[in-house]
């Protein structure tokens, strides 16, 4: 087993629950299908962080080629994982069985509520890319940190102008496009 397997199978872990509770999250939320109020914006965040899942994951792939790994390099990448858990376990509501108000189950309100602590998770994640970007793949400094901070503006809006959601919505999607073109 080459070191790159042995570290990778942390992170994958993590990633897997991530995944698992995303997709168990909007299975619940299909159960309860009466009860939820819908919203596009609040779906396609969801949509997004499911993406940065698969990924954080096929960057991994790429990481193979590093011969050196630094514990460092573990924590980072470890922390990365548990950022995007964070964003996948808080992206989309969840009911708490009180069936005489669902509010809770309101995606939009959920998303400016919330849905913003799944955010600054997300920005915990773009915090830790430009080190994986610059000592692991061994980027530019302008395309390890652009393209992050663009990622880290994006959820400081959302955390901040959360009346903004929909719109902000519609650009980090644009943005989670493009960097799984530059990613891919």
């Known amino acids: 087993m080459t ?3 042995y570290i990778f199978i942390a992170i994958s872990i993590v990633l897997g629950l991530a ?4 997709l168990h999250t909007a299975a619940l939320l299909v159960r309860a299908h009466n009860r939820v109020t819908y919203h596009w914006a609040t779906a396609l965040w ?3 962080v499911f993406i940065y899942i698969l990924q954080l994951w096929w960057v991994g792939w790429g990481l193979r080629l590093v011969t050196n790994w630094s514990i460092v390099d573990f ?20 009911e ?13 309100a959920h998303s400016r509520s919330l849905g913003r602590v799944s955010a600054g998770s997300m920005l915990g994640y773009f915090a830790v890319g430009p080190y994986v970007n610059l000592t692991m793949f061994g ?3 302008l395309a390890s940190f652009g393209f992050p901070v663009i990622g880290a503006i994006l959820m400081l809006l959302i955390i901040f102008k959360s009346q903004w959601f929909k719109g902000l919505m519609v650009v980090f ?7 799984l073109y530059l990613t891919a």
Do not use: K
């Open 139 to 141: 980027n530019s400094l």
């Open 96 to 108: 708490d069985f009180d069936l005489s108000n669902d509010s809770e189950l309101d995606f939009l």
């Open 75 to 94: 924590f980072a990448l470890v922390i990365g994982a548990i950022f995007v858990y964070g964003a996948a376990e808080l992206a989309l509501p969840s």
């Open 19 to 22: 995944m698992a509770r995303l």
């Open 3 to 5: 070191q790159h397997e």
């Open 173 to 179: 999607t644009g943005y989670t496009i493009l960097i």
């Open 46 to 48: 969801g949509t997004c």
